[in-house]
């Protein structure tokens, strides 16, 4: 075990970072440049810092690593503690990567206010690396929420012309959901008398409550993962984002909603979350094959992805609610790959986007003849979300589909369309923006990747194909934690289904065990 | 008279030394040469400053008489825990607002001394009020601050709309008084005394469920009275027009002194003499408190005028506080004395960034005068989002942390459909305030607001924001001090 307080290092740094750019004097040009490069760096050793958490990771224990703890509310039981277990480890890890990558990919995209941009992306940091490492249900919340304030900002500051409309619904959909999850995080505290995860872990809430603070949970995550109905914000808060807020959005943010579920609703409330599965799975059908539809009609690329999000999001949820080993180990590398492949794909749109202020796919055609190898590495994040055997979309879609297969056949059939959608609707943009005669007048000159870029994709595209063609390392990380997380359900379950008054009237039988 | 039958007079010593205090200004004032206009603003200047060293040494004798209980004059004036916090509350937030003022009336024309003389008196009166021990004694310290406020919202009296406010605020008022006094004198009618020992006596021997009739219907005016005073809705429709009518500074100082003062009586007397009857008026501060706060998240939606909207988000604040009382237990009143030091707190700076919008010297009061100011006051925008978002309840911020606590009470109370409608309307609420931040941010920039702040408005902002964002490090002593007050009221 470290001895370094790993965790709150990685949760301070950040802040410490946003502290140096706001005292960063001199001229604007010098500014922005030196605020860039504060960020990169700040980032960049957050990133080095993180890969103690991949060595030290003790791949055996289902308990809780790296776990430090400090008062906060002296005589309430609610104190700062974090830590990390093979759920969530994974997590941080994916945030630490995309930050400096959104931070190398705003290099040259953002100009104006290039301060309050950093500051934001490093607040963020430290918020979604505390929300994953929170151990306690009011730091969780905290966290959870606080996100809220750099990403309005970003949508409504760097964003496109409708910016004020999207962050306005990000935001309310978002907090809407949360309050109520507020009441139900209250609601367990009230009952168990404590606000630490690892404890209310082992607390049996009541029976009769359950169904109701797993409404208020799901209010929250659904919200966040998004689930068809409500992820209509999605595609607006996407689409007006500026490029490193809809990765952010889309490989971290999401997350939160998934993680939720698994932290929270399967374990806490195994009861009620036995009873809506039926619930979560029509939903995760209907958003995996609906949203795949109307992601086939669209024109816009960043909204192609976003409905393309809410399609493989509706695995994950799937796969979480299956109860088996592998839906949940599928529900957890899925988000990781999602958060890698749909991270870079929006990073792709960027590019182009950058060379000419367009998103719409009738503006491009034909640009695998002056951009090979952007067209290379579209190609990859392409089969990556296709989920094509050999990169990491395959390994989380495979898992969560043999989990579900062992529950009810029909949602993993009707899951597994997805795939096929999937297939459709990302070659028919492919084929419509690499392939063809470069006929448009605007792309006569259009250049390929620069260094810069090829930076910022090639650790992405490295880490596809591992995940693809290597992923033990991922899974045995998370094995452990997500066999404990199954055993805690079911048990769970077992117990709330047994008739209570036998066992509570027969010491007896209760002791002959 | 013999020295042995002066009253004991160590626990009322900061209201002494206000009363006399606020007579010296007074003197000093009247004895002044008039008719020089920079004689009378030197006057004023002079004023003020005492003002705000009288205020200063109240708080500092506040703190230094501890917070052990002590009676005096025959029962009818009482020290603890919970009159301690209060009294810091309500002095720290009058002499925020004095310094706030500053310049603010001399510029518009109402440069004069008695202001910081009605300031010492009505929170003289506001300190009364929260010591109060008996009706009487309570009627007496709430005409006592009242009286000076409703000078106080007319003094540009020059200008109609501050006029307005005034004389709408006194009848109102008046009204509000009068149906205290009459549901006071119900109750003493039919239980037979004025004071809360005796009263609380009472009802613990007649027990919860069989109260006189009389009584009942006399905590019914009494609520009503105190609803009026603390703008709580259906008792609230003065508010925006006061708010919006008085000049800026009186308003920041309505909006936290007299507020905390009268919700600090509202307790007491709620959970002193009739902590018994909790089953009685719970209900109804629960109703009182949902309507709040649904009209408060509502009202304020469409206004295009900040002071009016901070109206309406006081009211919408006023219900997260009764949601505390609601709840009726010490956990409860501990989150709503948070709520209130942070509230008073976030209020303060954002009426001081609301008196830093200026343009050419003259105050402004729309919402769009904010456009686009976080390119031309990025300082300024940082402090007023801070603010905002912290109104909002978005964590870390402070103001999030004042609703965890009530709303902790209220759900450890197994009032959840109370805990779920306050917190769905702060989703409402938070409309409003990310608006502001909206206008701050997303806008382009219009006419330029004028480029310097004066100092002290900005540090009040400043200080205001940086503890808002800073509470989450160290919420302890703040939650710590709130349970002893709330204990404090609990035990009598």
Redesign the interface.
């Known amino acids: 075990m470290f001895e370094l307080p790993i965790l709150s290092l990685l949760i301070i740094l950040p802040l410490v970072g946003a502290a140096f750019i706001l005292f960063i004097r001199g001229e604007a040009e010098v500014v922005a440049a030196n605020v860039r490069s504060v960020a990169l760096w700040t980032s960049g050793i957050e990133f080095l810092l993180s890969l103690f958490l991949w060595f030290g990771f003790d791949t055996e224990s289902a308990g809780f690593q790296f776990v430090e703890r400090a ?6 039981d609610i104190a700062y503690h974090v830590g990390v277990d093979g759920i969530s480890v994974l997590f941080v890890l994916l945030t630490t990567l995309l930050t400096p990558i959104c931070v190398l990919a705003s290099w040259e995209a953002i100009r104006d ?1 290039v301060r ?1 941009y950093m500051i934001a992306f490093l607040v963020m940091e430290t918020m979604m690396v505390g929300m994953f490492a929170a151990l306690d249900l ?1 730091l969780f ?3 959870f ?2 996100v ?2 750099p990403m ?2 970003i949508i ?2 760097w964003g496109g012309p409708r ?2 409309y999207s ?2 619904k990000f ?2 959909f978002t ?2 959901g949360s ?2 999850m ?2 139900a995080l ?2 367990v ?2 009952d168990a008398g404590t606000a630490d995860i690892p404890r209310l872990l082992a607390h049996r809430l009541p029976v009769s409550w359950q169904p ?1 603070l797993w409404l208020a949970f799901f209010a929250s995550f659904a919200v966040k993962v998004p689930m068809w109905p409500v992820h209509t914000w999605l595609p607006d808060a996407h689409v007006e984002a500026p490029t490193a807020g809809s990765v952010i959005l889309a490989g971290v943010l999401l997350k939160f909603g998934g993680y939720g579920f698994l932290r929270f609703s399967l374990p806490m409330l195994p009861a009620a979350s036995e009873a809506f599965a039926p619930l979560i799975f029509a939903l995760s059908v209907i958003a995996v094959v609906y949203t795949s539809l109307v992601a086939l009609a669209q024109e816009d690329m960043k909204k192609l992805i976003a409905y393309s999000s809410v399609a493989h999001m509706g695995f994950v949820t799937a796969g979480a609610f299956s109860f088996t080993l592998q839906g949940i180990e599928g529900a957890i590398f899925q988000m990781l790959s999602h958060g890698v492949v749909s991270a870079a794909l929006f990073l792709i749109v960027g590019v182009v986007y950058d060379r000419t202020h367009s998103r719409d796919i009738e503006t491009y055609g034909g640009l695998v003849h002056r951009m090979p190898a952007y067209a290379f590495a579209f190609m990859v994040f392409m089969l990556a979300s296709v989920g094509l055997p050999g990169t990491s979309g395959f390994v989380g879609e495979i898992l969560v589909l043999i989990g579900l297969f062992q529950v009810n056949a029909w949602v993993a059939a009707l899951t597994a369309t997805g795939v096929i959608l999937g297939a459709v609707y990302m070659l028919y943009l492919y084929r419509r923006v690499i392939f063809g005669r470069l006929t448009k007048e605007a792309l006569a000159r259009i250049g390929d990747l620069s260094a810069r870029e090829i930076a910022v994709f090639a650790p992405l595209v490295v880490l596809v194909f591992w995940m693809g063609i290597f992923p033990a390392p991922f899974l045995k990380i998370m094995h452990v934690s997500s066999a404990n997380l199954v055993r805690q359900v079911d048990e769970g379950r077992r117990v709330a289904n047994l008739p209570v008054a036998p066992v509570a009237a027969s010491p007896q039988l209760a002791r002959a065990q | 008279m013999p020295l042995a039958s002066l009253p004991y007079l160590t626990p009322a010593l900061p209201e002494i030394l206000l009363a006399l205090g606020g007579l010296a200004l007074l003197m000093y004032g009247v004895f002044q040469k008039d008719g020089d206009g920079a004689a009378e603003a030197r006057a004023a200047r002079r004023t003020a400053w005492a003002a705000l060293a009288i205020l200063l040494v109240a708080l500092v004798v506040v703190v230094a008489l501890g917070k052990d209980r002590a009676l005096t004059f025959g029962g009818l004036f009482v020290v603890d825990a919970f009159t301690r916090f209060a009294k810091v509350l309500v002095l720290a937030g009058a002499a925020a607002a004095l310094v706030m003022t500053g310049d603010f009336l001399v510029r518009h024309g109402a440069g004069r001394f008695e202001y910081s003389v009605l300031v010492v008196f009505a929170v003289t009166g506001m300190m009364m009020m929260l010591s109060a021990n008996d009706l009487m004694s309570l009627y007496v310290g709430l005409e006592m601050q009242s009286l000076p406020l409703y000078v106080m919202a007319t003094f540009q009296r020059d200008d109609s709309r501050a006029s307005e406010a005034g004389l709408k605020y006194f009848v109102l008022g008046a009204l509000a008084s009068g149906m205290l006094l009459y549901g006071s004198s119900l109750v003493y009618g039919f239980a037979g005394s004025t004071n809360f020992e005796a009263l609380a006596e009472l009802f613990r021997h007649l027990g919860a469920d069989r109260p006189p009739l009389g009584v009942v219907f006399g905590l019914v005016f009494i609520l009503a009275g105190l609803a009026f005073k603390v703008s709580a809705v259906p008792f609230h429709m003065w508010t925006p027009d006061v708010y919006e009518g008085a000049p800026t500074p009186v308003t920041a100082f309505f909006s936290v002194a007299p507020k905390i003062a009268a919700l600090g009586l509202f307790v007491r007397l709620m959970m002193g003499p009739f902590g018994e009857l909790a089953p009685h008026w719970q209900q109804v501060v629960a109703l009182i408190a949902v309507a709040s706060m649904v009209v408060g998240a509502f009202g304020a939606i469409n206004q295009s005028n900040i002071k009016r909207l901070m109206a309406y988000s006081s009211i919408g604040h006023v219900g997260y506080a009764l949601v505390g009382l609601a709840v009726a237990d010490a956990d409860g009143i501990r989150g709503m004395l948070v709520y209130l030091a942070i509230y008073l707190v976030m209020n303060l700076g954002t009426f001081a960034c609301i008196l830093g919008m200026r343009r050419g010297g003259r105050n402004v009061e729309s919402i769009s005068e904010l456009a686009g100011v ?2 031309t006051h ?1 300082l300024f925008a940082a402090a007023l989002g801070v603010l905002m ?1 912290s109104m909002a309840g ?3 911020l402070a103001g ?1 942390f004042g609703k ?1 606590y009530v ?2 009470a209220a ?2 109370a197994k009032m ?1 459909v109370l ?2 409608v306050g ?2 309307t ?2 409402i609420a ?2 409003y305030y ?1 608006r502001i ?2 206008v701050a ?2 806008d382009e920039p219009g006419e330029a607001l004028d480029r310097t702040l004066r100092p002290e408005v900005a540090w009040i902002a400043w200080a205001a924001s940086a503890l808002v964002i800073l509470f ?1 490090l160290g ?2 002593p703040v ?2 001090a709130a ?1 002893a007050a709330a204990k404090a009221l609990l035990v009598e």
Do not use: D, N
């Open positions: 008062e906060w509310m002296p005589g309430l206010r309050e009011f919340y905290v966290f929420e606080a809220l304030i309005f900002l409504g500051v910016r004020v962050a306005f935001f309310l907090l809407a309050v109520l507020l009441v209250l609601a505290y009230a109701w | 976080a390119r990025p978002f978005i964590p870390p999030f965890l709303f902790l759900v450890e959840f805990a779920a917190l769905l702060s989703v938070a409309f990310i931040v909206r941010y997303f989450f919420p302890g939650l710590k349970a």
